[in-house]
């Protein structure tokens, strides 16, 4: 059962613009793909964190501010993190399928881990 548009479930933290453009992607013909893509890699990188979405923004807009906040919303989503949502987005829309046969691959070092390591909580 395919549910109407203001019931499905949407993008948080980047906007389909943003993966559309991370992707190189003008034409609309995808964009529900592509949406499933960011919601998948939104929940991907908050899971990766072990903290909660709210956690996050809390950081990102302490990160920025000499005043803490025990709350924000959504634009205060730390940047590093932004960008692995994006680049984690895009790499699942350019591999859909979950092995490549006959191709060499290997991990580009400093990339998503990199940008979601100093967010993860090493304790409860």
Known sequence: MIMPNEDRPSLQIVSL??????MRVEENAEDD????????AERQ???E??????????????EQHDE????????????PLRVAILML???????REPVAA???????????EVLVKPYVKLAK
């Open 89 to 95: 987005a895009a790499n699942l829309y350019r591999n």
């Open 33 to 40: 793909i592509i949406t499933q893509y960011g919601m998948a």
């Open 102 to 112: 006959g191709v060499s691959v290997a991990p580009i070092p400093y990339t998503i």
């Open 49 to 62: 964190t072990r903290r909660t979405k709210d956690e996050l923004c809390v950081i990102g807009y302490n």
């Open 17 to 22: 613009d943003e993966l559309k453009q991370q």
């Open 45 to 47: 990188v908050i899971t």
């Open 68 to 79: 803490p906040s025990e709350t924000a919303d959504e634009t205060w989503f730390p940047t």
